[in-house]
């Protein structure tokens, strides 16, 4: 079983009326269990829209979709998969402990399992000093790491994630990367992200899925194989040849469009 | 808007107010309550065809138009008057903060008392006669939400613009023209919104404390006193149409002075 | 900070005064007129019409009726405290009514649509005309005269508490609307743990404006009702007997702004006590 299987969606905004727009069209995709995929392409290519698809906040005009085998409705309900946003929407009248614990709040679960819960991710995204904190005391750095220790707090299958570094400055965002891959590492996610930055959709990824734009479709998949990253790897010949393939890709689908 | 969206903007609210005044209708008539303690809707319309441009005599003191256009003077005078007054003082504390920061606390305290605390006052200083006195009333109530807000607008710039103008080697003058002023214009436009049905109400209040009798407030009184209720509420809904065209109108500046922009919310 | 405030307060007092009594002063000089016309003054400098703030000041401690031994602080006081209480169940009945509207309009799109406007309107009512009808249905009913005031004071808080809630509770961004949707959370629970804390910084500022208002509205509907004990009373009476004591008039409207801003710093205490965590900015 795949852990997203999506089957000839289509999803156009506003159907019927003046200002209808087609997000988009004939998408056919597979994410296997544990993968780690990227979408990426120029504005307006849909790549959020697939994602909300993915993450039933919207429903598809046609087609079908498929989460873990069941509809995404259904694994919306079950809460098998977690989100996470460029803004890291926390929220400011709760401190960091608390906001990493409202969805198991939500789940109904105990006081003490909370707390053990949260410890053990404040210690993931290495903010252990930081539970009693408020958000606005910390560093967009690592308000993005609560939201991600809160997508993961009640271990999803899936984890679902719009540019979450899109906020921050270049070298945060590179250590961000490496902790998100250390995260994935050890606890196996599938995770499908998107992004507008191609090294770090090389980096991070196994597959790059390219989609163009007006209607989004998707335009090519790139396989990535650059084992585990180790500290050179930015640097090696394999990554700048993805990354060329990648620009590659995009500038068609520019000139396309 | 399109007239789509303009329809379906207007239905809803029209809807509940139909549904509102059937219901009240209804009410009365099932269970018989009794015209001086709450009238129909359709004898309180009656009652407005009757008193609008009734004869004037021994009879009857003033139709409703007389008093809805005496009771208007008044409201619209101290609004215009409190109007250019609070934006004037607003001005000329943006200068001087030492002034503005003595004096908003004083305006906020103001503002917290009772305006019907103030007619009496009002009387003993300008009389009960002419319309002194009830504008007076108007133009304080008025007076204070304005000066907050315009001096909010003209001092709540963003430095980056301030920095912009200071990096041009603006004069102050310069600066007021170009950047606070125009700032200020949508805080002005939301303070003279609220103030329009305010200078109506401020009106009538102070005409509850004395003076001449051909106006709306009086004429309230009279006909509740003599439990005329439907006439008494045919003048509460003139009053009220009186604010509401004022507040029309303000709306209508504040559309055409901040065209596309979002109105601000007040103080 | 708090310290500064006071500071600009008093100074800004004492420069009330000064105006007053400058004026006064000027008049006196003039024969009431402009300085070098012979325009008359807009208001009178007279002790009757404008009195001495030595003689306000004094008006205080003097006894409220001649050869009384109660003073007027202590009758404003209780005066004030009468006033205060209908006011407070004014407060309370408006908060619970604003709240429920808001949540009605924030439940359904359509309400909102057809309420809003409606509680937008309800305010250029004259308050004053109504609230003798007021007061007659309170007789009938069988409630209370001091009843009828408190929900006088009711229809001017309801207002700004809820226009304010519905915006605070339509306040949060999408994105945290949808990371609950993300949840699975229902329309309850989203309220409790996201609209509900989000309005916290537009519901207090509404609250301290309530606060305010339902005295104003206390006291127009003892004014207008004929209640008596409360401060609406006694300003009307010391203005039926002016001639004999101008000053009375001015402490008791004093006494009023006073019961305004008590009001105010009330909500403002329990604000203080419950956020914690970023506050609103002062108004």
């Known amino acids: 079983m795949n852990a997203v299987q999506v089957r000839q969606c289509d999803m156009t905004f506003n159907a019927g009326a003046a200002n209808q727009v087609q997000a988009l069209k004939g998408i056919d995709l597979t994410v296997e269990g544990g993968e780690f995929v990227s979408l990426i392409g120029p504005s307006g290519c849909g790549k959020s829209t697939l994602l909300r698809l993915i993450g039933d906040l919207i429903t598809p005009t046609a087609g079908n979709l498929e989460v873990f085998g069941k509809s995404a409705a259904q694994a919306r309900i079950d809460r098998d998969y977690g989100m996470a946003f460029q803004q890291a929407g926390l929220f400011d009248w709760r401190k960091v402990a608390a906001n990493i614990a409202l969805p198991l709040e939500l789940m109904g679960w105990s006081r003490s399992d909370r707390s053990a819960r949260t410890a053990e991710m404040l210690q993931l995204v290495k903010l ?107 640097e090696s010949a394999e990554f700048f040849k993805r990354t060329t393939e990648i620009r590659a890709a995009l500038r068609a689908v520019e000139e396309a469009g | 808007m399109t007239s789509q969206s303009r329809l379906d903007a207007w239905w809803p609210p029209i809807a509940f107010g139909l549904v509102f005044l059937a219901g009240w209708e209804a009410i009365v008539r099932v269970f018989d309550i009794q015209e001086f303690l709450l009238p129909r809707p359709t004898s309180i319309v009656a009652a407005l065809r009757t008193e609008w441009a009734g004869e004037v005599g021994p009879g009857r003191i003033t139709n409703l138009r007389e008093a809805g256009w005496e009771t208007g003077k008044v409201a619209v005078l101290g609004l215009v008057l409190g109007v250019v007054l609070g934006a004037l003082l607003a001005f000329i504390t943006t200068r001087f903060r030492l002034l503005r920061e003595s004096f908003t606390p004083l305006a906020v305290i103001a503002n917290a008392t009772p305006i019907v605390a103030l007619a009496p006052i009002f009387n003993a200083w300008f009389g009960i006669t002419g319309i002194a006195s009830n504008v007076g009333v108007v133009v304080v109530v008025v007076f204070f939400p304005v000066f907050i807000n315009v001096a909010r607008g003209l001092v709540e710039v963003e430095p980056n613009q301030l920095e912009l103008m200071r990096s041009y080697a603006a004069t102050p003058g310069t600066i007021l023209r170009q950047v606070r002023i125009p700032n200020a214009l949508p805080f002005f436009t939301t303070a003279l919104r609220l103030a329009a049905p305010l200078s109506v109400i401020a009106a009538i209040v ?62 | 900070m708090g310290a500064r405030r006071l500071l600009t307060a008093a100074a800004s007092l004492v420069a009330l005064v000064a105006g007053w009594e400058g ?12 300085p070098l016309t012979n325009v008359g003054l807009p208001i009178s400098t007279d002790d009757l019409t404008m009195p001495p703030s030595a003689d306000i000041l004094g008006a205080f401690l003097d006894p409220v009726q001649r050869g009384g031994s109660e003073s007027l602080a202590v009758f404003l006081l209780k005066a004030a405290w009468f006033t205060l209480r209908e006011a407070s169940v004014g407060f309370v009945l408006g908060t619970i009514i604003g709240l429920l509207l808001a949540a009605l309009m924030l439940r359904s799109k359509i309400a909102e649509r057809g309420v809003l406007p409606w509680v937008n309107i ?113 300003i009307l009476d010391f203005a039926g007997r002016y001639s004999t004591g101008p000053a009375k008039v001015y402490a008791a409207v004093i006494a009023a702004g006073l019961l305004g801003l008590v009001a105010f710093g009330l909500v403002s205490a329990v604000e203080r006590l419950v956020v914690r965590g970023p506050r609103t900015a002062e108004l």
């Open chain 3, 23 to 34: 004026y006064k002063w000027l008049g006196g000089r003039t024969d009431d007129k402009w």
């Open chain 1, 128 to 234: 252990d000093e930081f539970g009693d904190h408020y958000p606005w005391e910390l560093s967009g750095g690592m308000q993005q790491r609560v939201a991600i220790a809160r997508a993961l707090s009640f271990s999803p299958r899936l984890l679902l994630m719009d540019e979450p570094f899109g906020a921050l400055d270049e070298m945060t965002r590179e250590h961000m990367q490496s902790e998100l891959l250390r995260i994935y590492e050890d606890l196996g996610t599938t995770i499908v992200f998107v992004t507008h930055s191609i090294s770090e959709a090389v980096y991070l990824s196994s597959r790059v899925i390219v989609l163009s734009p007006r209607p989004g479709r998707i335009h090519s998949i790139i396989d990535v194989d650059l084992g585990h990253r180790s500290e050179g790897v930015r």
């Open chain 3, 122 to 234: 309800s305010q250029t009512v004259p308050l004053i005309a109504l609230a003798p009808i007021v007061v007659t249905w309170g007789r009938t009913n069988g409630w209370g005269d001091t009843f009828s005031v408190a929900l006088i004071a009711t229809y001017l808080t309801f207002f700004p508490v809820a226009v304010n809630a519905l915006k605070g509770l339509q306040s949060p961004a999408a994105a945290d609307i949808e990371l609950m949707r993300s949840y699975a959370a229902g329309w309850r629970e989203t309220l409790f743990k996201v609209r509900l804390p989000a309005a916290r910084p537009y519901l207090f500022p509404a609250f301290k404006l309530a606060a305010t208002l339902s005295v104003v509205g206390a006291i127009v509907g003892e004014i207008s009702a004929g209640v008596r004990g409360g401060l609406g009373r006694a």
């Open chain 2, 206 to 267: 102070a005409e509850y404390f004395g003076g001449p009798t051909n106006r709306l407030g009086p004429v309230i009184t009279q006909n509740a006193s003599f439990s005329r209720y439907d006439n008494a509420w045919a003048a509460i809904v003139v009053a009220s149409g009186l604010g509401l065209a004022l507040f029309a109108i303000a709306l209508a500046i504040e559309r055409a002075v901040n065209p596309g922009r979002a109105p601000i919310e007040a103080s």
